[in-house]
C-alpha cells in the first residue's frame, strides 16, 4: 500500500523511505551504465565510429536513438513498476505515465504520488535528467566522431587535389 502508514498503524520510518529511493536510483544508473556499455561495445567491435556516408549514418544515428530510447524507457519502467506495486497509483498506465512524465521532467501534474512518496517524484526527475543528460552526451560525442572523421577524410582529399602532379 502507498500510504504512511503499514499494517500494524505505525508511521513508515523515513530511513525505509530513503533506502527505496536509494535503491531506486542505484537501479536506474545501473541499467543505464549497462546500455552504455552494451552499445560501446557494438561501436566498437563493429567498428561504427569510422563510418562514414549519408545514408550509413543516418541509418546509425536512427538505430543509436532507438537504443537510448528504450533504455530510458526501461528506467522508466523500473520507477513506473515500484509506483504499481506500492499502489501508488490506481492502474499500471497511471503508473508508468506518472513516470515517464516525472522521469523527463515533463511533470503535468495530473497525477501525483501520495504524500508519504512525494520526494520520489523530484529525485526521479533529478535522475531522469542526469541520465537524459549522459545520453546527449553520447550521442554528440559519437556525432563529433563522425564530424572530425569526414573533416579529416576531406582536407586530406583536398591536399591531394592540391598538390602538383609529375607529369
Known sequence: MCSARNDEGSA???????????GLVMATVSTHVVGF??????LVTWH???ISGLWRI??????LTCWLIIVHLIEISIWGLFYLWQGC???AESAF???GATYTTVGYGDLVLPKPWRMLA???ALTGILMCGLSIALFFTIV????RNWTRRQALTDRRSLAPKND
Open 97 to 99: 505515465y506518472f513516470s
Open 58 to 63: 543516418t541509418w546509425l544515428m536512427t538505430a
Open 37 to 42: 556499455a552494451a552499445l560501446l561495445r557494438g
Open 12 to 22: 513508515v520510518h523515513p530511513l525505509t523511505e530513503i533506502l527505496i529511493a536509494v
Open 48 to 50: 561504427v565510429l569510422t
Open 89 to 91: 497509483m490506481p492502474d
Open 144 to 147: 563529433g566522431r563522425w564530424i
Open 122 to 124: 523530484p529525485l526521479q
